[in-house]
């Protein structure tokens, strides 16, 4: 069996206070929660954040890391830098970062085997923008992501994949259950495929894309999915802990 993981992505929200703030509001809401709980927030509210965590079971995330170990690459931080302050997940290869700022296959694929080299979990994010999906080209994309983020991964189990359709993602459209279950099934064939005797039945996978505190049953409920990736619907205490308790 795969432990569900809920993660919040808070994006670009949030000073180092109000995610202090929020998490303590957060902690007593899923001091009971069934699944594993992750909170990946900006890189400067970390140490804020790791405090307001203490005595709490959400484990603390980031948004990105680099590839190298150190040097000079201005204005990035690298693996070493997120491990000391014990964070223990990463979100890599986020469709904004792939839209905004120049992400590739070839990136994502180096950041998440740093991430891996520090022990922290890499949340992998991969999905079809609406055209792509409209013109029949879903599986194609997402083969393409499946062959070049994960080269040189030897052990499935110790990373997560997001899958988030771009046409869902803030837009308030979600994928149905349906369409989620069965494209999260394909990535899970075609990576058992590709990554043969490497533990992937054990890899978890999320959807992301609008989940929120009413549709979060109903996509848990889904045999193929595992979890989901939460952007606007992190920021409020009680809607996050909604989703995280879909199961009460
Ligand atoms: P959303 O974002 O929940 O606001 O659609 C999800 C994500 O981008 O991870």
């Excluded at 927030?41 to 405090?51: F, Q, T």
């Excluded at 000079?72 to 997940?89: C, D, H, P, Q």
């Excluded at 992998?124 to 879903?138: A, D, F, N, Q």
Aim: aromatic fraction near 6%.
């Amino acid at each position: 069996m795969r432990r569900p993981i809920i993660a919040g992505n808070w994006k670009m929200n949030n000073t180092a206070s109000e995610g202090y703030d929020l998490v303590t509001a957060l902690k007593p809401l899923v001091k009971d929660a069934k699944c594993d709980v992750v909170v990946c927030v900006p890189a400067i509210d970390i140490p804020s954040v790791k405090k307001a965590l203490h005595g709490s079971k959400i484990r603390l995330g980031a948004q990105n890391v680099h590839f190298a170990e150190k040097g000079a690459y201005t204005g990035e931080i690298s693996a070493n830098m997120l491990k000391e302050y014990g964070v223990k997940y990463v979100i890599i290869g986020h469709s904004e970062r792939r839209q905004y700022f120049g992400e590739t296959d070839e990136t994502v694929n180096k950041r998440t085997l740093a991430a891996l080299a520090a022990g922290i979990t890499p949340i992998v994010c991969i999905g079809e923008t609406l055209e792509e999906r409209e013109s029949g080209k879903t599986e194609d994309v997402l083969g393409r992501q499946i062959e070049k983020d994960f080269v040189g991964i030897d052990d499935f189990s110790k990373i997560v994949i997001a899958y988030e359709p771009i046409w869902a993602i803030g837009t308030g459209r979600t994928a149905t259950a349906e369409q989620a279950n069965e494209t999260i099934g394909f990535i899970r064939k075609r990576m058992k495929k590709v990554y043969a005797g490497k533990n992937v039945g054990r890899m978890r996978i999320q959807y992301g894309g609008s989940m929120n505190a009413k549709n979060a049953k109903e996509l848990m409920a889904m045999p193929e999915i595992d979890g989901g990736l939460i952007g606007g619907a992190s920021l409020k205490a009680p809607d996050f802990a909604a989703i995280v308790n879909f199961d009460k």
